[in-house]
């Protein structure tokens, strides 16, 4: 049984354990049915999410020419802080940055290797929490615009993590730690615009991923360098998928790619 399609992040759907599906143009693969499997994946081409060509993959599943140039690569995607769309000021294309940056957002606390305070858009959780490999997350405020969440997130950097060890998450070497109380001790250092958003009556949210087992040392497989690959798959965290042998493989990191993946046995 062989698929062949351009590599997106898989869509989930948040049960217990969460529902992961491979998503391509015309077909698609619900990969918790896999585990336990032998499949081979193997490197096609590269295919730019935008501009569809067959040109090397620079970032977020873009060429280097789409990167710099459409809107949903502009530098405010990854620093929310740097949005403009409530002040009517474009960056790239007024109409997106308003469609994307004028609803609601949320500032929240994950731990996935650690406790880390990140964004997303409101209509975005759990799954932003998912493609973490979060085991628990919480709220911390709901505010109606990105640039708000932020300057929010900017503030609560200085006294909580804004990154994921990658490794730490995939090994499952996790703490379970209390996010009401960790939420309860960060809202002292909210900004003031964003004060009146605090969330203080949610409780936190647990995430269980699909996994057999877990890697001791995780090493990532590289398309560029090995462009073909087989192994048992073990469990789905994250956007990762866990091979048997160690080898992770990181699908959200891999957008772009066309990919045969063949269930051989």
């Given amino acids: 049984m062989g698929y062949q399609g351009v ?89 997106y940055e308003k469609k994307v940056q004028l609803q609601p957002h949320v500032v929240y606390l994950a731990n996935s290797s650690n406790v880390k305070v990140g ?59 209390d996010l009401v109380e960790w939420r309860n001790k960060l809202k002292e250092y909210i900004p003031d615009e964003a004060k009146e958003y605090y969330i203080e009556t949610n409780n936190e949210t647990n995430l269980e991923f699909p996994v057999l087992s877990y890697p001791e040392k995780p090493k990532s497989l590289n398309l560029d360098k090995t462009p073909e690959f087989a192994g048992i798959l073990k469990g789905i965290k994250g956007q990762y998928l866990i091979f048997e042998d160690d080898t992770v493989f990181n699908i959200r990191a891999n957008e772009g790619y066309v990919i045969e993946l063949k269930v051989i046995s």
């Fill in 119 to 177: 964004v997303t858009r409101k209509s975005q959780v759990p799954t932003r929490w998912i493609d973490q490999g979060a085991h628990e997350a919480i709220e911390i405020v709901e505010v109606p615009n990105r640039y708000l969440a932020g300057i929010t997130e900017v503030a609560l950097k200085g006294h909580v993590s804004d990154k994921t060890n990658w490794r730490t998450m995939l090994k499952n070497e996790i703490v379970d730690q």
């Fill in 7 to 95: 590599l997106t992040k898989m869509e989930t759907e948040f049960t217990s354990p969460i529902q992961y599906y491979l998503v391509f143009e015309i077909d698609f693969i619900h990969m918790n049915q896999l585990l336990d499997k032998n499949l081979r994946i193997k490197f096609i081409k590269h295919q730019c999410l935008n501009c569809k060509l067959d040109r090397p993959i620079y970032r977020q599943g873009f060429c280097r020419t789409c990167f710099f140039e459409i809107p949903q690569a502009a530098e405010w995607i990854m620093k929310p802080e740097l949005s403009t769309a409530h002040l009517d000021k474009e960056d790239r294309d007024l109409e």
